[in-house]
Structures are given as structure tokens and as C-alpha cells.
């Protein structure tokens, strides 16, 4: 296949992916974001897996691959209707911590334009030296940052999942070609190997039959 072919388009794909998938997950380290974080994991690894398959030409990688952008997609949905207040969730839960921190995402207190404050609590009871963190002049909320996120997450695996089935119909189809030629066939060889054993059987019997042992004693004579 050449350099313009569905199969580089994969291979870019992938690489994309990687990208971003790397850089997801150094911001949802930052937030200790742990189901994010594990998803990301996972997604880096089939990601890999399919990024070797394309390169090795080996279509049950790419099928695996193809198989984890549907779910890849499905995760990302839930992302954004979780930051988005869709059917009942609420982005202020501790749902994507598993209810082990109060962390937000990293987003909250650092996106563009954010202002972080201080203010001493005190002067109320049971919560001295503790301080109440305000978040101010944002430019953009940050769920509107991990709603983008996560689209862009889901274009990129649509485009895979698409390019992913494409190939491997490609790869298919020139196995099933190479072994109509006869690539795989080990009939050709069979005959090629049948010669020296026919001749040396024929040497066999030469020397067995009766006009072979006459040959031999005029020879002695």
C-alpha cells in the first residue's frame, strides 16, 4: 500500500490520538481525576495495540482497535453529559474521583484568564486555619474546556473507527488474493521436493532389478 493510502491516514490517526490522549492525561493527574485517569490508560494502550497493528500489517490489532473507539466514543459522551448537568449528574459530584477527594478538574482553578483567591476562614468555628479558595474572571468555564475535550476525542475516533474498518477490508483482501496466487500453498513446493525422490527411486530399483545386478557383475568381471 503506499505512503497516501488509507493505511498512513490510520497510522496519522493514531499518532494524533496518542497526542492527545497524553496530554488528557497529564490534566487529569493534575485534578487526581482517577476513572478519567484509568480510561486514559486503557485508550493509550489500544491505541498503541492498533498503531502497531497498521504498521505490521496485522488486521485483528486494527479489529481490536476499531472495537475500543466504540466504546472510546460511548466513554466520552458520559464525560460531557456529566459536565453538561445531563440526566440527573452533576459536575460538583464526586463521581469521577470515586468518592475518595473532593477534586475538581484542573481546569476549574487554571483555565484561561482564571484568578485564584484565598480568603481565611477564622472567624468561623471548627474551620480555622483553613481557606475558602474563590475562582475568579474566568474567560471560559471549565466544563466548556472538558466538553471540548472530549469532542475532539470523539471526532478523532469516529475518523479511526472509519479508516480502521477500511483497512482492515484492505488487508483482508490481499490475503485473499495471495493465497489465490498461491502464496500460502504448499502444493508447489511438494513438486519441486518430488523429483529428487522419484530420481533416487528410480536409482533404487535399477540397482535392485535383475539387469542391475547383471551390470554390476559384468562390471566386476
Known sequence: MGCCTGRCTLIFLCTLQLLAALERQVFDFLGYQWAPILANFLHIIIVILGLFGTIQYRPRYIVVYAIWTAIWVTWNIFIICFYLEVGGLSKDSELLTFNISRHQSWWSENGPGC????????????????????????????????????????????????????????????????DFIGGFDPFPLYHVNEKPTNLLFKQTYLLISPAGFSGMEGMNK
Open 115 to 178: 484568578v485564584r483567591k484565598e480568603a481565611s476562614m477564622s472567624g468561623i468555628k471548627g474551620l480555622d486555619n483553613h481557606s475558602y479558595i474563590s475562582v475568579i474572571g474566568c474567560a471560559l468555564e471549565y466544563r466548556y474546556i472538558e466538553v471540548m475535550h472530549s469532542s475532539f476525542q470523539i471526532l478523532i475516533a469516529l475518523v479511526g473507527f472509519v479508516y480502521a474498518c477500511y483497512v482492515v477490508s484492505v488487508f483482508t483482501e490481499e490475503e485473499d488474493s495471495f
